[in-house]
């Protein structure tokens, strides 16, 4: 049994979807590259990932051979080496930048595709590239002349200059996700300023040219509203460290591919970046961005183990026959092939609503900005849990082979595991729709788009959609029991709420991606999500959609690598 030799070319879904969003020069152009890189991502790529996971993990170097602190983290050259050839690919730089061949910038759409596969082979490499990511906006959008003169053409090169990884250190001991609780000092020097105390969870250490920090300035006031926003250079320019030493770096479940570590800063030249006192402002912002790459870097665990189970179901021989004759290995490959293509139809849907928000040029709404958010907050949560769900259902229909560090499954489960506490919780992410609720009344714009779109679809897909009305009168019944209850009673039900949308939302994905792109499997598609989502037949099941549709949706001559 072979590798899958290109990601792309092996998912027609995706393809569909980036015909659908990119146009013109800038799709043919994305087509090639796009190609291009889905073949690195299952070839060279995936072994070094597997090879950083097993035998090349980061270390701290804590002192020389004269014992004097360096504090340095090595990683492997085959790491190195994916790090070059992945940022080299426009990932981070083509988002803010002019793509050379089309004279034009490229956009998060066609970046978010790169990490769909990316999060296919080494979901631990996308996290620094996440925190890059949020580097460059938070640099671009916020930053003086004089900080992104030094700064951002290194954190946006493709080549041309040194490159700068970013990070994103917000984590302290005492805190966690209650940031306000954070107790690094800034102390102005002139232009400058310089950081004293420790960040307790500081990813891609050693590797990031540059961090955005959020510290607190002699005098800021307590809580949130004190802290403002830092960029940080890793090192001086003699190449020593910039006031940064190196505790210890974490020995993490998953994603061991990214040097996380605690740190502490001693006298670090910082730079401020936008107003004092606005730092947690701007870093929500950046958090936004990062939620989207959480979530695909979700659906790319989901992807990969989708494609791990279907292949070795066509592969292996069990009492006689191919796993894939069997009817409840049929039915567990049909339901999770439908769950995967609606989740990255609902997650790259809303990568395009992203895109038209950030983009200047284009007119958008406060309420816009508002459903985006919750939109990002659902999915996350959802994606991540699924990504966790797809690895283990991949891992049983391998059997003893799926527990073994041989396979890539145990990989993909201790990754996907950490998806569900980066970028906040369910928790917090359930306190996130609330707060949308209460200041947006974000819950009336979801409701008015999900009814006007059911509304606007062909009689044939809203009957299939009945459930989904009948689920949208629920919403609303218990939207209005919370809004009438107190506050423990509200935060009971935040999660409930967001559990609701986003079955809510994703079937209306369905439904309107059967009538977009058209043909059978499409709707079949749509009719196993709804029947899932919505347990029509959770017992008696004497349709087996699952068997009938097989053909269609997983195939019946899977070609076996």
Request: glycine content about 8%; proline content about 2%.
């Amino acid at each position: 049994m072979k590798k899958i030799e290109n990601f792309y070319l092996e998912d027609h879904h995706l393809q569909q979807l980036m015909c659908h969003y990119l146009k013109g020069d800038f799709y043919q152009w994305a087509e090639g590259e796009l190609t291009e890189f889905g073949g690195m991502c299952a070839g060279d790529i995936d072994e070094r990932a597997a090879h950083t996971d097993r035998e090349g993990q980061p270390r701290l170097i804590k002192y020389n051979r004269f014992g004097e602190e360096v504090s340095e983290i090595w990683v492997n050259e085959g790491y190195k080496k994916t790090v070059e050839e992945t940022y080299k690919k426009g990932i981070v730089g083509y988002i803010h930048k002019e793509i050379p061949e089309l004279g034009s910038k490229g956009n998060y759409l066609y970046s978010y595709a790169q990490g769909y596969l990316l999060s296919q082979t080494e979901p631990g490499f996308y996290c620094p590239v996440t925190l890059t990511m949020a580097t460059a906006l938070l640099l671009e959008k916020y930053a003086s002349d004089e900080v992104k003169k030094k700064f951002l053409k290194h954190v946006l090169a493709t080549g041309e200059v040194e490159f700068y990884e970013g990070a994103t250190f917000l984590t302290e001991r005492q805190g966690g996700s209650d940031v306000g609780a954070n107790e690094v000092r800034a102390v102005e020097n002139g232009d400058e300023y310089n950081l004293y105390g420790e960040k307790y969870f500081a990813s891609n250490s050693g590797m990031c040219g540059v961090a955005m920090v959020l510290a607190r300035i002699d005098g800021a006031g307590v809580g949130t509203k004190g802290l403002s926003l830092f960029a940080v250079p890793w090192r001086k320019k003699d190449g020593s460290l910039n006031g940064i030493h190196v505790r210890r770096l974490k020995d993490k479940l998953g994603v061991r591919a990214v040097p996380s570590a605690e740190i502490e800063f001693d006298g670090a030249r910082a730079y401020l970046v936008g107003e004092p006192n606005k730092g947690i402002y701007y870093m929500m912002e950046a958090l936004n961005l990062s939620r989207i790459c959480n979530a695909v870097a979700s659906i790319g665990i989901m992807r990969r183990a989708y494609m791990e189970a279907r292949n070795y179901a066509f592969y292996r021989t069990a009492f006689g026959e191919k796993l894939a004759h069997y009817p409840m290995i049929r039915e567990s490959l049909v339901n999770l092939a439908a769950k995967q293509e609606v989740e990255t139809s609902a997650v790259f849907r809303l990568v395009e609503m992203f895109d038209r928000i950030s983009d200047d040029n284009i007119p958008t709404s406060e309420d816009d900005a508002a459903l985006t958010r919750l939109l990002i907050a659902i999915l996350k949560k959802e994606s991540a849990e699924q990504a966790i769900h797809f690895s283990h259902e991949a891992i049983e229909l391998h059997g003893g082979n799926g527990y073994i560090e041989d396979f890539v499954l145990p990989r993909l489960l201790r990754d996907a595991q950490v998806l569900t506490v980066w970028e906040g919780t369910a928790n917090i992410l359930g306190l996130e729709v609330l707060r949308l609720m209460k200041k947006y009344r974000v819950h009336e714009l979801f409701l008015s788009k999900m009814k006007k779109e059911l509304a606007g679809l062909p009689e044939e897909l809203i009957k299939l959609g009945e459930p989904v009305l009948e689920g949208l009168i629920v919403l609303e019944k218990l939207l209005v029991k919370v809004a009438e209850a107190d506050g423990d009673t509200q935060t009971y039900h935040s999660k409930r709420i967001a559990e609701l949308m986003v079955l809510i939302y994703e079937s209306v994905v369905a439904l309107s991606d059967a009538a977009l792109f058209g043909g059978e499997r499409r709707r079949m598609i749509a009719d196993i999500y709804i029947e899932n989502a919505w347990k029509k037949n959770e017992w008696l099941d004497s349709e087996m959609k699952s068997l009938k549709y097989f053909k269609e949706i997983v195939g019946l001559n899977v070609k076996v690598y």
